[in-house]
């Protein structure tokens, strides 16, 4: 799928989630579980990627529990995944999410959840996820308010809001041609 496609698709499905369900963000830190957020990211995702799987929490590669290359970790289920089950060629796009409160957290936060999206995003690893997405989320329905690490190739390569990405993000995907000839 061309990167223009995929960045379209997934920014639609954050666009109905705040457009939709705003209110879940309204509730606070002490409101719902990420997992329902991330389960209605997930529904809204499936309609843009309808010939593919939109799993939450899903824990499986192949016939085998997905277990994190770089952490040793013995398993691990991504928040979201756009993929197609029992295969390892269609995997498009991987998200891990934690709410305001825990961010920070060591255990549970950005910290624990950065080497499982450079193990699904690397293109040597057994997952090669072309894109991933740490978010944090605030109690916010404001999508600008929250905070978006975009992962490529095993590494975090862009930062932005959850609104008004896709021209940046795009440009770090597919860098455009110098301009000026060549004399």
């Known amino acids: 799928m061309a990167p223009a496609d995929l960045v379209n698709r997934i920014s639609t499905g954050f666009a109905e989630l705040f457009t939709r369900d705003g209110e879940l963000f309204d509730l606070g830190m002490d409101g719902v579980n990420e ?50 089950r029992r295969s390892a060629e269609a995997n ?32 040597d690893g057994n997952y090669r996820y072309p894109f991933g997405l740490a978010w944090h989320i605030i109690p916010s329905r404001d999508p600008s308010h929250h905070h978006a690490i975009w992962f490529r190739s095993g590494a975090p390569f862009y930062e932005s809001s959850l609104v008004g990405f896709e021209a940046g993000l795009l440009e770090k995907l597919v860098p455009t041609a110098p301009k000026g000839g060549t004399g």
């Open 35 to 84: 997992q329902t957020i991330t389960f209605r990211l997930g529904f809204y995702l499936q309609g843009q990627f309808p010939d593919l799987h939109v799993d939450c929490e899903y824990n499986r590669y192949l016939d085998k529990t997905k277990g994190c290359e770089m952490s040793g970790v013995a398993w691990m289920k991504p928040d979201v995944i756009v993929h197609r």
């Open 92 to 123: 498009l796009f991987c998200l891990e999410a934690k709410k305001d409160y825990l961010w920070e957290d060591e255990k549970s936060g950005y910290a624990s959840m950065r080497p499982k999206l450079l193990a699904l995003t690397r293109d």
